[in-house]
């Protein structure tokens, strides 16, 4: 019942920026926790930002931090992810994902998100 739609990836120089959306349908009301993962190949999909969307309470990974910003846009039903000074080894698939039953935190793992997105790919080249 929940679908989340991801927009925005491309393919951009070093010190670049990129805004990600994750249309969640239905709005996001409903949904305790949203996030933004990423996989590259060869490595284990990790998190990236997590937001609780009642308190908008905000996770960066430590790669990510000072340079991401996760943000919700109740007008437009999404959350949003602003990708500043990417770097190179940013590139990954990037999915939004969410979790119903409880708020985001630190912990959160990602066997516990229920519901995912498709992915857009990100490709930041040197």
């Known amino acids: 019942q929940v679908q989340l739609v991801e927009s925005g990836g491309g393919s951009v120089q070093a010190g670049g920026s990129l805004s990600l959306s994750c249309a969640v349908s239905?709005?996001?009301?409903?949904?305790?926790?949203v996030g933004w993962f990423r996989q590259a190949p060869g490595k284990e999909r990790e998190k990236v930002a997590l937001?609780?969307?009642?308190?908008?309470?905000?996770y960066y990974a430590d790669s990510v931090k000072g340079r991401f910003t996760i943000s919700r846009d109740a007008a437009n039903n999404a959350v949003n992810l602003q990708m500043d000074g990417l770097k190179p080894e940013d590139t990954a698939m990037y999915y939004c994902?969410?979790?119903?039953?409880?708020?985001?935190?630190?912990?959160?793992?990602?066997?516990?998100?229920?519901?995912w997105g498709q992915g857009t790919q990100v490709t930041v080249s040197s």
């Open positions: 994902a969410a979790r119903p039953d409880a708020f985001c935190s630190s912990s959160s793992q990602t066997r516990q998100f229920s519901y």
């Open positions: 937001l609780t969307t009642p308190s908008d309470s905000t």
């Open positions: 239905g709005g996001i009301r409903g949904v305790n926790c």
